[in-house]
């Protein structure tokens, strides 16, 4: 068997195209403009490229972007008292604080300082009720961008067994959540799972969220499984080759490709799908904010 390849590339700018679209309705029906402001502290190049990023798409989807940089020095109470500010701002309807913080930051405080509404990474503690009690609630992007392409490629998930490798707060957790909510058998697989291989060959669907290169190869995975694969690891590759570098996921892609019905590549396949949740939530937040229906296909 040969897996179809799940083109989180295409996918997400659909989703892009999707929001683009509901972010144009809402301005001709509220005369709202959906904002996201976006609170980056620090130099990390890599924190700085993703918010460049996300800045970009935010304003070619027709919304609002607000950056905020500050220096490594500002304190908790500095940060807080941004938070806020934020909060009371009705032009922001979402707020991102880019993680890491630096050590002398309570990242739980940070986090959960941000209005719940407002909260479009879905980590404050109140989001994290809301889901696990199947209530409206801000959903991390990644495990959104995973249910949605399982829900494009399957339509109804509704009795499949789903196994989800990581148990991570931002991705491994909340993703089993979603996927009882879609009426899954679920089953949560980490570290000290033992058997993690015949863990894995029980799964009609298999994610992999666990940072770890390659770990999971093609003779763990089901004939004919979805397999979604999360992570983003950096190889370097051998001396000569054309690029010094290169990014592989959690999964044997070629081996697991050989069995899959279905798989997502990396890169190419979760990533993409990431700040274009970002931007769903965002107008999912300034829809509810302002009593407008927000676009069915764009929550959980
Ligand atoms: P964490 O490090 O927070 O969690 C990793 C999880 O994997 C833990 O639950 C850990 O178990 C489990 N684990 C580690 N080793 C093993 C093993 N040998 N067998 C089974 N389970 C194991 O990572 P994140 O959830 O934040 O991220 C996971 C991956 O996803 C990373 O590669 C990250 O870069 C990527 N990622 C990609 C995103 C995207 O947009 N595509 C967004 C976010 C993350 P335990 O709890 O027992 O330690």
Request: proline share 6%.
């Amino acid at each position: 068997m040969t897996a179809r390849i799940i083109d989180g590339k295409a996918f997400s700018a659909k989703v892009r195209a999707e929001v683009a679209t509901g972010v144009a309705a809402l301005k001709a029906s509220h005369g709202i403009t959906p904002g996201l402001a976006v609170v980056l502290v620090g130099e990390d190049p890599a924190s700085q490229v993703y918010v460049r990023n996300k800045g970009k798409q935010t304003v070619e989807a027709g919304m609002a972007s607000f950056e905020h940089k500050r220096d490594t020095s500002i304190t908790e109470d500095e940060l807080l008292a941004l938070i806020d500010e934020l909060n009371a701002d009705p032009a922001v309807h979402g707020i991102l604080c880019q993680l890491p913080l630096p050590t002398h930051i309570d990242e739980a405080r940070v986090i959960n300082a941000i209005t719940p509404e407002k909260d479009v990474d879905g980590f404050h503690i109140s989001n994290v009720g809301r889901i696990a009690t199947g209530q409206d609630a801000m959903v991390p992007c990644t495990p959104l961008g995973c249910l949605m392409m399982l829900r494009d490629h399957h339509g109804s998930l509704s009795g499949m067994n789903a196994v989800v490798v990581g148990r991570s707060n931002i991705v491994g957790k909340p993703m089993a959540q979603l996927l009882l909510r879609d009426s899954c058998t679920v089953t949560i697989a980490h570290s000290r799972t033992t058997n993690l291989a015949e863990v894995c060959r029980e799964a009609d669907i298999l994610v992999a969220a666990v940072g770890r290169p390659e770990m999971i190869p093609g003779d763990w995975v089901k004939p004919g499984a979805t397999v979604i694969d999360v992570g983003i690891n950096r190889l370097d590759n051998p001396p000569g080759s054309e690029k010094p570098t290169r990014l592989v996921g959690d999964v044997h892609f070629e081996s697991a490709a050989a069995v899959a019905g279905a798989i997502t590549p990396v890169p190419g396949g979760v990533g993409p799908m990431t700040i274009a949740c970002l931007l769903a939530n965002t107008l999912v937040s300034c829809c509810r904010a302002n009593g407008a229906d927000a676009p069915s296909g764009l929550t959980a």
